[in-house]
T-cell receptor
Framework: QKEVEQDPGPLSVPEGAIVSLNCTYSNSAFQYFMWYRQYSRKGPELLMYTYSSGNKEDGRFTAQVDKSSKYISLFIRDSQPSDSATYLCAMSARASNYQLIWGAGTKLIIKP | GAVVSQHPSRVICKSGTSVKIECRSLDFQATTMFWYRQFPKQSLMLMATSNEGSKATYEQGVEKDKFLINHASLTLSTLTVTSAHPEDSSFYIC??????????FGSGTRLTVV
């Protein structure tokens, strides 16, 4: 079993829809939870990070962490075609020197 | 915000030659940088952790003599793919961290070995 599980998709939704992207994990020591966006042939770009449980909102993006369920989510409101990309979750723990553990990435396609 | 510059963005080389990829943190000092490899439609695979002033730490299965890493200063780490072969063709990405959660990635290098 992988430490971080993420459905690779692709996930295709119409423009304007609310998108929900998720990851599950098995290591309860994870403290930092991050979402990255990666366009084709580019390096990942940090979208949001959350420390421990809770919600964090930034514009159209909301990140949620439920440590009791070992489940994190990224919601995108009013999705745009420019949001089409691969979204990767990543996690780290102080005990492992903050080394990032990655999900496989979910390919998101927003149809105009 | 923090910026990491990676060069070249794309390189084509002949089999048997060596290729150097540079990763620079432009506006912060990075004692630790990371090198990743990414195959098509797959997630990032950590190759090694580059520590300024000391030897890099390689992940299991990564040949340290093939992928030479040098982190000579707080703003520069280099990855040299030695005696490259077609199977080394991949997308290589570096990242640097300012803190526990502040990872910034370079734009990546597409290596094609012919």
């Amino acid at each position: 079993q992988k430490e971080v599980e993420q459905d690779p998709g692709p996930l295709s939704v119409p423009e304007g829809a609310i998108v929900s992207l998720n990851c599950t994990y098995s290591n309860s020591a994870f403290q930092y939870f991050m979402w990255y966006r990666q366009y084709s042939r580019k390096g990942p770009e940090l979208l949001m990070y959350t420390y421990s449980s809770g919600n964090k909102e930034d514009g159209r993006f909301t990140a949620q962490v439920d440590k009791s369920s070992k489940y994190i989510s990224l919601f995108i409101r009013d999705s745009q075609p420019s949001d089409s990309a691969t979204y990767l979750c990543a996690m780290s723990a102080r005990a492992s020197n903050y080394q990032l553990i990655w999900g496989a990435g979910t390919k998101l396609i927003i149809k105009p | 915000g923090a910026v990491v510059s990676q060069h070249p963005s794309r390189v084509i080389c002949k089999s048997g030659t060596s290729v150097k990829i540079e990763c620079r943190s432009l506006d912060f000092q990075a004692t630790t940088m990371f090198w990743y490899r990414q195959f098509p439609k797959q997630s990032l695979m950590l190759m090694a952790t580059s520590n300024e002033g000391s030897k890099a730490t390689y992940e299991q299965g990564v040949e340290k003599d093939k992928f030479l890493i040098n982190h000579a200063s707080l703003t520069l780490s280099t990855l040299t793919v030695t005696s490259a072969h077609p199977e080394d063709s991949s997308f290589y990405i570096c990242s640097a961290s300012e803190g526990a959660a502040g990872y910034t990635f370079g734009s990546g290098t597409r290596l094609t070995v012919v």
